[in-house]
């Protein structure tokens, strides 16, 4: 039995509604050029690899264990496996159909898994929606407090 029809068989939501959880969880999480990539065409190992980049080792801590969180207690997903945690230059979550590579951007850079799957289908990330209460505050800041800095008096 392949790793796909494993998970296929079990309870959960197909690989491609968690990558795209996966992806809104990097969102919500301030992650960096995030990319879900469809491998089913290419490849019997996996479904879809999640890609994205985060700005200090602290953040892609933040953003692995948020995922590993939300698919255990939300989607009812065990991790495989995971690589790279301690060293957070490159982290693998692997959830068997769906695979999380979340990078230090020198190392994403380097190791460019986009142009390595060229051939893989560029999923599209729905855009974070934003709460209106949120919305709404952003709308009332007063032109005053949006403006630029004002100039320091001359002396």
């Known amino acids: 039995m392949t790793r796909k029809s494993q998970k296929a068989s079990a309870n959960l939501p197909d690989a491609k ?6 992806a809104q969880i990097i969102q919500e999480m301030k992650g960096l050029d995030i990319k879900v990539l469809d491998l089913r065409e290419l490849t019997q190992t996996f479904d879809f690899f ?13 953003i692995s264990e948020e995922i590993d969180n939300v698919f255990e207690k939300e989607l009812g997903d065990v991790r495989r496996s995971i690589c790279g945690y301690q060293e957070s230059l490159w982290i693998v979550l692997d959830y068997e159909d769906v695979v999380v590579h979340l990078f230090e951007p020198e190392k994403r850079e380097f190791y460019a898994l986009e142009d390595l799957w060229g051939k893989a ?5 729905p855009a974070l929606v934003v709460p209106e209460a949120s919305a709404a505050a952003a709308e009332s800041v007063s032109p005053t407090e949006s403006a630029a800095p004002a100039e320091p008096a001359s002396v």
């Open 17 to 22: 509604t968690r990558a795209l959880r996966a």
């Open 50 to 62: 999640v890609i994205a980049s985060g700005s200090s080792r602290r953040q892609l801590h933040a």
């Open 121 to 125: 289908i560029d999923v599209p990330v």
